[in-house]
């Protein structure tokens, strides 16, 4: 990393990338996780398939993509964590600091994501151990249910994962993060992506692949209903990792001359590239073992172990397939604590690993009320089901879009036009006016059609 002074009056804080490819790598890695290879298959398989995936693809194209430009733009403007750059950007466009809060709600979603997503990840780690340890062999469609419901209904397993995966994060973002994420990154995302091609090797021609790829591809309008909508949309932002902040942050490192909008491009390639793979991994195996794809949170850990067992050698690709997982959730959650921590660097002068140590434990707290959702607490369900389904519901769906919905508002309408122009100095004219649209009218229209759908008001 260099420190080296842009054009621009404000340099952030903790330095800059050292290059393009590293920013790029970061975003990549933020976006790339989890919520790629075992939320978009599970909540695909919820809201019946195709007519989803369809919509969720509309959401990244003319919701996601302008809302990613416009949060980098904000972040290289501000050169703070969220909080930060949002209450100096908001004084200095229309003296107002109110729009502070903008970043604050996505800290908070931030927040609540980080807590279930290490608990996921811990799953991911004890799926490695049970992978190399030679225990996902031999199996059926029974044991696979019940290897996975042992881990379920064990809180003490999940809690050591849960606390190893959190540990892991916390140490990171104390040393921080721009060592170590750029080896990270090139490693584990080729190594995924060959893997996943190893099992759509395995789907095409062992799996139910017609079955499959008819679920996933082929739109069937009679199963969407303004929930669906709502989670697709919320599935958008929460696999770009968009309003929460962090690509605001991230895009605080970036240096001025660098291309916001073909840097977007090529993220949001990659991102959907992934998911969509996953899913044409996913629903071959689901069909052809027997599975349901509405099963859920586990569907990655039911199907997948059933198809490495029956490639020769397969426990080797399992293991290496959890543990780059495991690195590709490090990667999604570094980019998850990062903000709070750099908001509670700069705001109470505490130092990194005193930021990273107590914010990090709060996470970690919280995540238990996720683990005893599987458990002790699974009887305990309101409104939208489980404690973890609730959490996940009310930051993917409701707290991820508000405040993306808030962020592109500012780039767009508050933001003076120059000053956006400024940041977008790189492109055409007509693609700065087809950005300037899509974030003023169609992404905020969007959200909030979709929003108002969902409580039933349209
Ligand atoms: N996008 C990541 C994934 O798909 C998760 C993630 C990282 C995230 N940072 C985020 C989600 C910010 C929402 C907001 O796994």
Known sequence: MNNHQDNQERSSLHGQWSSRLTFILAVTGSAIGLGNIWKFPYIAGENGGGAFVLI????????????????IMLGRRGRRNPITSMKILGQEEQGNEAWKYVGLIGLMAGFIILSYYSVI????????????????????NETAQSIFGQLTASASTQLIYHTGFMIITIAIIAKGIKNGLERAVKLMMP?????????????????????????L?????????????????????????????????????????????????????????????????????????????TDGPGLIFLTLPLAFNEITGGYLFSGLFFILLGFAAITSALSLLEPSVAWMIENKNYSRNKSAFIIGILIWLLGFLSIFSFNALSELTFWKGTLFDNFDYIASNIMLPLSGLLFTIFASWV???KHSMDELSDIPANVYRLWRFSARYIAPIGVILVFFNAIGII
């Open 56 to 71: 969720y693809l509309v959401c990244i194209f003319i919701i996601g993509f302008p809302i990613m430009v416009s949060e």
């Open 415 to 417: 933001m003076k036009r």
């Open 217 to 293: 591809l082929v739109p069937d309008f009679s199963k969407v209903t303004s929930q669906s909508i709502l989670a697709a949309m919320g599935q958008a932002f929460f696999t770009l990792s968009l309003g929460m902040g962090c690509i605001v942050m991230y895009g605080a490192y970036l240096p001025k001359n660098e291309s916001i909008v073909g840097t977007t491009s090529a993220i949001i390639f990659c991102d959907t590239m992934i998911a969509l793979l996953a899913g044409m991994v996913i629903f071959p195996i689901v069909f052809q073992f027997g599975l349901e794809p």
């Open 121 to 140: 990840a811990g799953w991911t780690l004890h799926y490695f151990k049970l992978s190399i340890f030679g225990e996902l062999s031999n199996l059926d």
């Open 191 to 215: 190594g995924l992506l060959l893997i996943l091609i190893i099992l759509l090797l395995y789907s095409i021609f062992q799996g139910d692949f017609m079955a499959g790829v008819n679920f």
